[in-house]
């Protein structure tokens, strides 16, 4: 369920694209090695609370269980993420521990139109994800907000309700089509550094035979 990190990926407006150059090489040293630049939000990532919390928990001092188990793959394909589309898989929903949306907006990837007004949560579901204890949620989207709000101003309410549950958010998700509608086991392992505000995942999916 990961993009592939490579030089011409799309990032969030601002950021720098990541940078993948020659360390060593076969012919000069006998073996390859690549050095990687980039920020901690790129691509398939994963935010912890410390992104945009004071003295929230950093994602290298989560349990590694924060990062696995069952999700419920709900979905979403008319634009919308409202509590119509969770009822819809609701005894489902309920039992997973953690709720994926699936826009099918990953079809956008690479282009101009991925930064444009894809489908966010409404606030009823970020509750709902609280109330019903999960451990956070993902998306194949770039945020769970729209990109036309200020996170300054905590313009960002989808992102702050979750955080401040101490919830994580998965973004960036691909390739969920297999799995929606279904209930998985989900993994979203994060690159594991000091003091992170989120990290790049290697997300799967394992579907019941």
Same mark, same amino acid.
């Given at each position: ?26 012919? $000069? ?13 790129t ?5 912890? =609370? ?11 001092k989560l ?6 188990? $069952?999700?419920?793959?709900? =979905? ?9 589309e ?64 200020? =996170? ?10 979750l ?18 509608? $279904? ?11 000091r ?13 019941s035979?």
């Amino acid at each position: 369920l990961t993009h592939v990190i490579h030089e011409d990926m799309q990032v969030f407006p601002g950021t720098e694209p990541p940078r993948l150059t020659v360390g060593n090489t076969l012919e $000069k040293d006998g073996f390859r090695e690549t050095a990687l630049f980039l920020y901690s939000h790129t691509g398939t990532h994963m935010d912890t =609370p410390a992104h945009m919390l004071e003295g929230a928990a950093e994602l290298d001092k989560l349990p590694v269980s924060t990062f696995c188990g $069952k999700a419920a793959v709900i =979905p979403c394909l008319g634009g919308k993420i409202t509590m119509e589309e969770v009822n819809a898989c609701r005894d489902m929903a309920d039992k997973a521990e953690f709720i994926i949306f699936h826009t099918g907006w990953d079809k956008y990837w690479g282009k101009e139109e991925y930064f444009g007004s894809f489908p966010v949560p409404e606030a009823q579901v970020i509750q709902y994800a609280i109330n019903t204890g999960k451990k956070g949620i993902g998306i194949d989207c770039m945020s769970v907000d729209p990109m036309d709000i200020d =996170p300054t101003k905590e313009e960002m309410p989808n992102h702050f309700m979750l955080f401040r549950a101490g919830k994580v958010i998965v973004e960036n998700l691909c390739n969920l089509d297999e799995a929606s509608g $279904k209930m998985v086991d989900f993994f979203a392992l994060p690159l594991k550094y000091r003091d992170a505000d989120g990290a790049p995942v290697r997300a799967i999916a394992i579907l019941s035979e």
